[in-house]
């Protein structure tokens, strides 16, 4: 026994086994901190101020109003409407759920916008419709401007990296969805 605690072998796979420790440590505790770099863009800890959860809210709500104006004048038996209706949900309050949300009913969101100003509808309706599009795009374009999505770009690039990104499974430490871009 004490032959092998003296072995030269032991030693230099001793030492290869704590570096690799130390690395993998070191390693996780970088994308653990550039993850909460991202969150705290994300939630307006950043020098905009811009909440990206509370943006992504803003086009949900603002999608469930559309909803209201286009049942006056759009068959609302339609299947893409009542698809629409269920993500419209206002439940579900995590905010990855509403990121997947937002981006799955955008495409529907301004089709039928187009569709609404492509018909001759009532000015209050107008009115509403108007407002509604300057919400939807005020929101889209604070995302845009809190530089969530550029460092959520990055972040997922590397955990792309088979190494950092093993490291990040091991840690339980996921990619970011981005939103608004549509």
Do not use: C
């Not at 909440?51 to 104006?69: P, W």
């Not at 187009?114 to 107008?126: F, K, P, Q």
């Not at 401007?145 to 840690?171: E, K, M, W």
């Amino acid at each position: 026994m004490n032959d092998l605690l003296y072995n030269k072998k032991t030693a230099y796979v001793t030492l290869f086994l704590m570096v690799l420790i130390f690395i993998k440590q070191k390693t996780g505790n970088e994308i653990r901190r550039e993850q909460q770099r991202i969150l705290d863009v994300m939630n307006g800890y950043n020098e905009l101020g811009i909440n990206v959860v509370d943006e992504s809210e803003i086009i949900l709500a603002n999608s469930s109003n559309l909803l209201v104006v286009a049942s006056r004048y759009v068959s609302t038996s339609g299947r893409r409407l009542v698809e629409m209706r269920q993500f419209g949900d206002p439940n579900a309050e995590e905010w990855e759920n509403n990121f997947s949300r937002v981006d799955e009913f955008m495409p529907d969101v301004h089709q039928l916008i187009n569709e609404l100003g492509a018909l001759d509808i009532e000015n209050r309706s107008a009115a509403q419709l108007t407002e509604i599009v300057i919400n939807i795009d005020a929101a889209s374009r604070r995302i845009r401007l809190s530089g969530y999505n550029d460092a959520a770009h990055n972040f997922n690039r590397v955990l792309r990296n088979p190494y950092t990104g093993t490291i990040a499974a091991v840690r339980g430490i996921s990619s970011f969805r981005t939103v608004g871009e549509w």
